[in-house]
């Protein structure tokens, strides 16, 4: 979470911190609004940055196995959150078969989704439309999956008109795993109803 235009702005992480622990989420935002509290905080933990070292490159794998399929890829750089924005837009309207990084927002919700794929059916954006697919170390499912693939899907509704039917995690095996969307949603919606109060 952070300020932006004076009000604070969530990602999904955050969603996860508060269905994991309301405390955490609580610490969170009391650091947020007193930056002294960080002086406070645990030191990053090694294990954790190799993990998530180790992610990255799951991802970048994935990502070149597109690529070297043929697929049109954009790749969203490392730039501000409303370039970022527009870029993921026009790739969006591009119709390219594969966004990765996009940049996607709703309310005072933002986040970057590791990949957005291309799939037939109607939407705003003309006779196909985005589904939300992303990369985790793990080799099972785990609850929270669902709960910030729900919180993309919903931001990229706005964008292309209609909800995803499916979402899908790549495991650390490279298995995919697709969710319907609506059996994951309104859990997603109750939760983010209470976070909101949370905060």
Known sequence: MY???????????????????TFSSHMERYRLQDSNQADLMDP??????????KG?????????SFISKGKKVVN???INAKDKLTETKKALHDGVDVIA??????????????????????????????????????????????IQLCCYA?????EQGILPEKVAIVLGDNKIKH??????????C?????FMSFH
């Open 190 to 194: 109750n939760l983010k109803s209470t």
């Open 76 to 78: 969203i750089e490392n």
């Open 56 to 64: 990255l490159e799951h991802e970048n794998l994935f990502l070149q």
């Open 101 to 146: 990084q996009g940049y996607l927002e709703l309310d005072n919700f933002g986040g970057v989704a590791d990949f957005l794929i291309k799939v037939p059916g109607a939407s705003l954006l003309g006779n196909y439309h985005y589904e939300v697919w992303d990369t985790k170390l793990s080799k099972k499912m785990k609850p929270y999956f669902a």
């Open 44 to 53: 990053i933990d090694p294990l954790l940055k190799n993990l998530q070292t």
């Open 179 to 188: 969710l319907r969307v609506k059996d994951y949603f309104s859990y997603y």
């Open 154 to 158: 919903e931001m990229l509704e706005i």
């Open 3 to 21: 300020f932006k235009n004076k009000s604070i702005f969530f990602s999904p992480s955050d969603l996860i911190t508060f269905m994991d622990s």
